[in-house]
């Protein structure tokens, strides 16, 4: 048996690097029977079948340092959450929730918003403010003007990242420009409903000539935060910590007197948009376990 990473699944296959090659896999039964799915980034043990066709069996899958459902991957450190200016229009409630979660997961998280050559309303000017005042790197791009492509490659080297958002954003042709020799797919937004069209179906880890690897995703629309608990969520939105309450840690911000953090977005200190998208998810997460017990 040898070690070797998955760096691409495909329809039930798995494609191990194993520094000796890359042989294609299937996962052991028993995997499954233990319900483990095995996801792009594992550390994985193969039995090899065909030496000569580079087949073979993933037969173990060691411990991840990080885990992430949508889109599937382990063991990245960073994560680059990428979203449109428009084309297709932006969705804070999904961004928002992609924060959470790559907080949950201890996540080096950068926002890169594309598409900024299209950003004639200065919606940027808004954003950026927003966002780093959350304490977040945020990084506006542009393919087309070449806009801020060193930047994303700086924060890119040397680590294992991943390029996660809506379809149609652009994180296809922006890996592209990080590195002509990528060759990605990329697609068109649709004219009429300025929709992406799914063009990536698959996660793959590619190598990065500064060293590291980064990873493009297919893009997902919507984002299930029901897992988390009530109390848990606060903790993700990261710049909520600055600020004490009368009920210290047992405060959720919402209906509690002397709330540091409603005080904080009276004042305007904390973005009123964050905290209405903390309480959409907060009512979603308790609406789900209502209907579960
Ligand atoms: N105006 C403008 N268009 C861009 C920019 N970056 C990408 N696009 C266009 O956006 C469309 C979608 O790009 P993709 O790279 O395929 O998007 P994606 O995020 O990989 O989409 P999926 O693979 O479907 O998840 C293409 O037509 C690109 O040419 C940009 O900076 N400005
Ligand atoms: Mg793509
Ligand atoms: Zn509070």
Excluded: W
């Excluded at 070797?4 to 294609?24: N, P, R």
């Excluded at 801020?148 to 958002?165: H, M, P, R, W």
């Excluded at 209906?255 to 998810?281: D, F, M």
């Amino acid at each position: 048996m040898i070690d070797g990473q998955i760096i691409k699944a495909i329809s039930g296959f798995y494609y191990v690097d194993t520094g000796k090659g890359i042989y294609e896999c299937r996962g052991r039964g028993i995997l499954k029977k233990e319900k483990v799915n095995p996801l792009v980034g594992d550390n994985v043990k193969i039995s090899i079948l065909d030496e000569e066709e580079k087949k073979g069996i993933v037969e173990e899958i060691y411990e991840r340092t990080t885990e992430l459902i949508r889109p599937p991957i382990a063991n990245v450190d960073k994560a680059l959450i990428v979203f449109a200016i428009k084309e297709p229009s932006l969705n804070l409630s999904l961004l928002d929730r992609f924060l959470v979660l790559a907080e949950r997961e201890g996540l080096d998280t950068t926002i890169i918003f594309t598409k900024v050559d299209l950003d004639d309303e200065r919606t940027l000017d808004v954003l950026k403010p927003m966002y780093e005042g959350c304490g977040y790197h945020v990084i506006p791009v542009s393919t087309v003007d070449n806009l801020n492509i060193d930047e994303v490659k700086e924060t890119l080297s040397g680590s294992v990242s991943v390029f996660a958002g809506p379809s149609g954003v652009g994180k296809s042709s922006l890996l592209n420009e990080i590195d002509e020799n990528f060759k990605l797919q990329t697609g068109q937004v649709s004219e009429k409903i300025k929709r992406g069209r799914h063009t990536t179906r698959h996660t793959e880890l590619h190598k990065l000539e500064t060293g590291g690897m980064v990873a493009d995703t297919a893009g997902f629309s919507s984002l299930s935060v029901d897992d988390i608990d009530e109390e848990e969520l606060k903790e993700y939105f990261i710049e909520f910590e600055d600020y004490d309450c009368k009920f210290g840690g047992r405060c959720i911000h919402e209906n509690e007197p002397k709330c540091g953090v409603k005080e904080a977005v009276e004042a305007g200190e904390i973005s009123q948009q964050r905290y209405k998208s903390y309480l959409q998810l907060l009512h979603e997460i308790r609406e789900h376990n209502t209907r579960k017990y």
